[in-house]
């Protein structure tokens, strides 16, 4: 792990290259040195129906979700969540001049016991 999830407002389209945002972030969790290559998964999903505020529909959203793997003490999980989200702030700088964009970034710990996966990309890349 780490799993972003990313909820987007539909009218962030043709906005925000967000193939790019997904790259982005996938460089900056990797940029942390805590994650491996083969665990890191960046998916965007588009929010057609949503209310924000004061209904103004210039008004726009992005929620990051990041789920980890436990075991992180709390200043490394501070460190990747500051760094991850001061990567995310410069590449959408231009939205917050516009006053109607709102960017928030949560990180959860995953319980260990209740976590299912089977794998075959780490193999891969760890050769």
Same mark, same amino acid.
């Given at each position: 792990m780490p799993h972003f999830t990313i909820e987007y407002s539909a009218n962030l389209e043709g906005t925000v290259d967000l193939p790019t945002f997904c790259q982005h972030i996938r460089?900056?969790? $990797?940029? +942390?040195?805590?994650?491996e290559t083969g665990a890191i998964?960046?998916?965007a999903i588009r929010c057609d129906h949503f209310a924000i505020a004061d209904g103004d529909p210039r008004n726009s959203f992005l929620d990051v979700s990041l789920r980890i793997g436990a075991?992180?003490?709390l200043a490394t999980r501070k460190r990747i969540g500051d760094?991850?989200?001061e990567a995310?702030?410069?590449? $959408?700088? +231009?939205?917050f001049e516009e006053k109607y964009f709102a960017l928030?970034?949560?990180i959860r710990e995953i319980d260990p016991d209740l976590?299912?996966?089977k794998n075959s990309i780490h193999e891969r890349l760890r050769k």
């Open positions: 460089r900056a969790a $990797l940029s +942390t040195g805590v994650f998964r960046v998916r075991g992180r003490d760094q991850i989200f995310m702030k410069t590449f $959408l700088a +231009t939205l928030s970034f949560e976590s299912y996966k």
